[in-house]
């Protein structure tokens, strides 16, 4: 699913030049849970930025489902991440003033899905994370696990092949971390491809596939 080589970043200007990304290197299996571990500042949100096609490396490619995205343009890309990708991050970004139905609706929009597929993706998906019930509330008077289920309920919309969490629990008690995790768990389950990105070792012993990066290098990988 995911085949990154030789990945590179690098900030700044010539005579000031920062790498939080260092000659990354891993693949992950379709259908793998996957978890990209290590602390703040160690590249992680940087490399899942590059995977998702939101920022490109300086040097190195991923292959994503087969595809090489270096020398895609930005439409492809684009059309490449609706297609393909959904995103979970920390912070909910939902419209507060919006309903949880459209905050979905949003998403559908955008990649093209006719009215009558969109109403009925957004109570599958709804029904999938438990917030069916909530419907037409407002997206300001859900609580902070709702609001991150809404989350997942908008990535999951467009059907993705590829699922990635950053962070997704960095805003939640415990028990709605482990509400947020068993969905992931099960989304799994059912065939998506998901990759955590964290710096919580518990929230990484549900994955399958560990990697640790420090310092912008992969310094453990295990399966």
């Given at each position: 699913?995911?085949?990154?080589?030789?990945l590179?970043?690098?900030?700044?200007?010539?005579?000031?030049?920062?790498?939080?990304?260092?000659?990354?290197s891993?693949?992950?299996?379709k259908?793998?849970?996957?978890?990209?571990?290590?602390a703040?500042?160690s590249?992680?949100?940087?490399?899942?930025?590059?995977?998702g096609?939101?920022?490109?490396?300086?040097?190195g490619?991923?292959?994503?489902?087969?595809?090489?995205?270096?020398p895609?343009s930005?439409?492809?890309?684009?059309?490449?991440?609706w297609?393909?990708?959904?995103?979970?991050?920390?912070?909910?970004?939902?419209?507060?003033?919006?309903?949880?139905?459209?905050n979905?609706?949003?998403?559908l929009?955008?990649?093209?899905?006719?009215?009558?597929?969109?109403?009925?993706?957004?109570?599958?998906?709804?029904?999938?994370?438990?917030?069916?019930h909530k419907?037409?509330?407002?997206?300001?008077?859900?609580?902070?696990?709702?609001?991150?289920?809404?989350?997942?309920?908008?990535?999951?919309?467009?059907r993705?092949?590829?699922?990635?969490?950053?962070e997704?629990?960095?805003?939640?008690?415990?028990?709605?971390?482990?509400?947020?995790?068993?969905?992931?768990t099960?989304?799994?389950r059912?065939?998506?491809?998901?990759?955590?990105?964290?710096?919580?070792?518990?929230?990484?012993?549900?994955?399958?596939?560990?990697?640790?990066l420090?310092?912008?290098?992969?310094?453990?990988?295990?399966?």
């Amino acid at each position: 699913m995911i085949i990154c080589q030789n990945l590179i970043k690098e900030f700044g200007t010539a005579d000031n030049i920062f790498r939080a990304v260092n000659d990354v290197s891993f693949r992950i299996e379709k259908g793998e849970f996957a978890a990209l571990i290590g602390a703040s500042g160690s590249g992680k949100s940087t490399l899942m930025n590059m995977i998702g096609l939101i920022d490109m490396p300086t040097k190195g490619s991923i292959l994503l489902d087969g595809e090489e995205t270096s020398p895609m343009s930005e439409k492809q890309r684009a059309a490449l991440r609706w297609g393909k990708i959904g995103y979970v991050f920390q912070s909910f970004y939902l419209e507060e003033a919006y309903t949880v139905s459209q905050n979905i609706e949003m998403a559908l929009l955008i990649s093209g899905t006719e009215a009558p597929e969109r109403k009925k993706r957004i109570d599958e998906c709804l029904e999938q994370v438990g917030l069916l019930h909530k419907k037409e509330a407002l997206a300001s008077s859900l609580s902070g696990g709702e609001k991150q289920r809404c989350c997942i309920a908008r990535a999951i919309a467009n059907r993705p092949k590829l699922l990635l969490a950053d962070e997704p629990c960095g805003n939640l008690d415990s028990e709605n971390t482990e509400k947020i995790m068993e969905l992931l768990t099960q989304l799994n389950r059912q065939g998506t491809t998901v990759l955590l990105i964290t710096h919580d070792l518990e929230d990484a012993k549900r994955a399958s596939h560990i990697i640790t990066l420090k310092d912008g290098s992969v310094i453990s990988d295990e399966k």
